[in-house]
């Protein structure tokens, strides 16, 4: 059975930096083919992918943030990791972690419940 | 990046009414390797989005097969044969084929 779970700090500062943690159980990170994102949504409103990160640890980052996130992993704790530097009010959403395929590719066919993050001062 | 437009915003329908919403992208999404990465999911009221259905017409493992995905390059679409209760919530299209991965805005299905 395949679940993953986030965890974050809740609320953070402007300026500060936000790390999340991605814990997952039923599939490794070590495996061909394997992948996690990161996904977040504001309250109310859309989607926006993030970054992926892969079994042979490949890294993938949406350029709208720039160069403000890092994607990583522990193989051996089943963990993933996103680092979003020098947040701002607009980084407040709910943070959600999602178990991605890429042969056959099948993107985020698990999700973690999320996680809010809100940035205030 | 690619704009995926999703039509319509909202969407009302009764218990075993059939029903489509439409996906529309700004480019192609057939990939250099012959698939079309574009994908179907749901999220209902305060939970995590699922997906339905990956590579256009491909039903995810638990899903009813009231649900059906067609579409190729630029046009999308997703259909419900028979709305049932637990179908209300907000559909999103998404798009792998091209860097970034990009979602639509969503559709929301209501109760009439």
């Known amino acids: 059975q395949v679940t993953l779970k986030e965890s974050g700090p809740g609320i953070l500062q402007p300026s500060q930096t936000l790390s999340l943690t991605c814990t997952f159980s039923g599939f490794s990170l070590s495996t061909y083919g394997m992948g996690v994102g990161w996904i977040r949504q504001p309250s109310g409103k859309g989607l926006e992918w993030l970054a992926n990160?892969?079994?042979?640890?490949?890294?993938y980052y949406n350029p709208s943030l720039k160069n403000r996130l890092t994607i990583s992993k522990d193989t051996s704790n089943n963990q993933a990791f996103l680092k979003i530097t020098n947040v701002d009010t607009a980084d407040t959403a709910t943070y959600y972690c999602a178990r991605t395929i890429a042969a056959p590719s099948r993107d985020f066919d698990y999700w973690g419940q999320g996680v809010m993050v809100t940035v205030s001062s | 990046d690619v704009v995926l437009t999703q039509t319509p915003p909202t969407l009302s329908a009764t218990i075993g009414q059939s029903v489509s919403i439409s996906c529309r992208s700004s480019?192609?999404?057939?990939?250099?390797?012959?698939?079309?990465?574009l994908n179907w999911l749901l999220q209902r009221p305060g939970q995590s989005p699922q997906l339905l259905i990956y590579?256009?017409?491909n039903l995810e493992s638990g899903v009813p097969n009231r649900f059906s995905g067609s579409g190729s390059e630029t046009d999308f679409t997703l259909k419900i044969s028979g709305v049932e209760a637990e179908d209300l919530g907000v559909y999103y299209c998404?798009?792998?084929?091209?860097?970034?991965?990009?979602f639509g805005g969503g559709t929301k299905l209501e109760l009439k």
């Open positions: 480019q192609s999404l057939l990939d250099s390797d012959g698939d079309t990465y």
């Open positions: 998404m798009q792998a084929t091209h860097a970034p991965r990009t």
């Open positions: 590579s256009v017409s």
């Open positions: 990160i892969w079994w042979d640890d490949d890294k």
